[in-house]
């Protein structure tokens, strides 16, 4: 990953994919780690996550994309590999406020990986060029 | 990126030799500077020692095709190496989105090596922080996914330059944004280590992998650039090319 979380994050999510290796659930201490980090926004991205809002879309090619699901039934585009997300909350309280690490949907994004359990959905190449071009065309 | 970039700068243009092993590319890395202080030089010099580790091709990505190839740092431009570097002219910023957007789809083996000039004119055409944004986060993933086909543990490098204009403060907000996407930066700034001289410090902080490191960066009156390492508090500057960057902290 170029992007690095800030070590405790990346620690957590390790630490959580072990556990869950072993119980299929995450335990109540990272719960409770998680809601400390990042507040509401815990309990929302784990909402997310039990209501399988998360895709992972993938290509041929090899190359991928995360699609969420929103609460307000809009679907928002992650990319894992440098943290981004298309959502409002990102571009304002990561990217112009720096109150927030994540945001729900790509908290949701990294939950998903450290308990593998998200929709999988593959696509042809030309398709996801127009996923990630999509994005480019939405409205803010 | 930033490795590839301190191996050209520390060797000041010297000979072009093999590194003995696999080197890293490093972090991706944002190069910064007014017009006219060597970026495109210095990107063209990384393009020419990743196209001489052969590892994989190099993918230069510019708004306009070179009237003429830059001087390059000190030595003869190798052809071998030159054939290696592919060119691509996005002369919007729409043709560099569908670009970065079917990076996947080009045939052909996975570049080692991605660079890009001149992202503040592509930046400039839609200044919406979002969109600024998802070009930022496109180039790292491209760069990401470059590094998924190389497998093996090899890494495709990133690196980009961005033209700064210390009046206009629209800059400001992009800045703080790329600087969260690039750990790694390097700054060239009008500088001279003693009075009477000129020239330009370049800075590089490699994020976090290292101590910073500064070279010493003039042009000579064609236009090649002379890179010496920083001198050291005793005011003596190496002379000519400076082959070894131990210590400039």
């Not at chain 2, 243009?13 to 072009?16: L, M, Q, V």
């Not at chain 2, 210390?166 to 800059?171: H, L, P, R």
């Not at chain 2, 009008?190 to 009075?195: I, T, V, Y």
């Given at each position: 990953m170029a992007v690095v979380l800030p070590a405790v994050v990346e620690q957590l999510l390790s630490e959580m994919a072990a556990a869950v290796q072993e119980s299929a659930q995450i335990p109540d201490e990272y719960l409770l780690s998680l809601k400390f980090l990042f507040g509401s926004s815990a309990t929302q991205a784990l909402d997310l996550v039990d209501r399988q809002s998360i895709t992972l879309i993938s290509s041929p090619s090899g190359r991928r994309v995360y699609q969420v699901l929103g609460s307000s039934g809009k679907t928002y585009t992650c990319l894992a590999s440098c943290h981004y997300c298309s959502c409002p909350a990102f571009a304002f309280?990561?990217?112009?406020?720096?109150?927030?690490?994540?945001c729900k949907h790509l908290l949701a994004v990294y939950l998903s990986q450290v308990m593998r359990t998200c929709q999988q959905l593959s696509v042809s190449d030309k398709q996801l060029t127009d996923i990630l071009l999509m994005e480019k065309k939405q409205e803010p | 990126m930033a490795e590839t970039l301190k191996r050209v700068l520390s060797r000041g243009?010297?000979?072009?030799s093999r590194e003995e092993n696999t080197p890293a590319a490093g972090p991706p890395l944002l190069l910064l500077g007014a017009p006219g202080s060597g970026k495109t030089t210095l990107l063209f010099a990384a393009a020419l020692e990743a196209a001489g580790e052969g590892q994989g091709p190099v993918l230069f990505l510019t708004r306009r095709p070179f009237q003429s190839l830059p001087r390059g740092t000190g030595t003869a431009l190798d052809p071998m190496r030159l054939q290696k570097i592919r060119f691509q002219y996005p002369s919007s910023t729409r043709e560099l989105f569908w670009l970065l957007c079917s990076?996947?789809?080009?045939?052909g083996p996975a570049p080692s090596l991605l660079l890009l000039d001149g992202l503040e004119e592509y930046l400039a055409e839609d200044p919406e922080p979002q969109k600024a944004a998802y070009l930022t986060a496109l180039l790292l993933d491209t760069a990401a996914h470059f590094s998924h086909r190389l497998g093996l543990g090899r890494d495709c490098g990133l690196m980009v330059a961005l033209q700064t204009q210390?009046?206009?403060?629209?800059?400001i907000l992009h800045l703080s944004l790329l600087r969260r996407y690039f750990p790694a930066q390097c700054w060239l700034q009008?500088?001279?280590?003693?009075?009477g001289e000129h020239g330009l410090r370049a800075c590089l902080e490699p994020g976090g992998l290292g101590p910073r490191t500064e070279w010493w960066v003039t042009f000579r009156s064609d236009g090649e650039m002379m890179i010496a390492p920083w001198p050291t508090q005793t005011g003596d500057p190496s002379s000519g090319k400076g082959s070894s960057s131990a210590g400039q902290l």
């Open positions: 309280s990561v990217l112009r406020k720096s109150d927030s690490i994540l | 243009g010297a000979a072009w990076a996947h789809e080009a045939p210390e009046a206009d403060s629209g800059d009008p500088d001279a280590p003693g009075p």
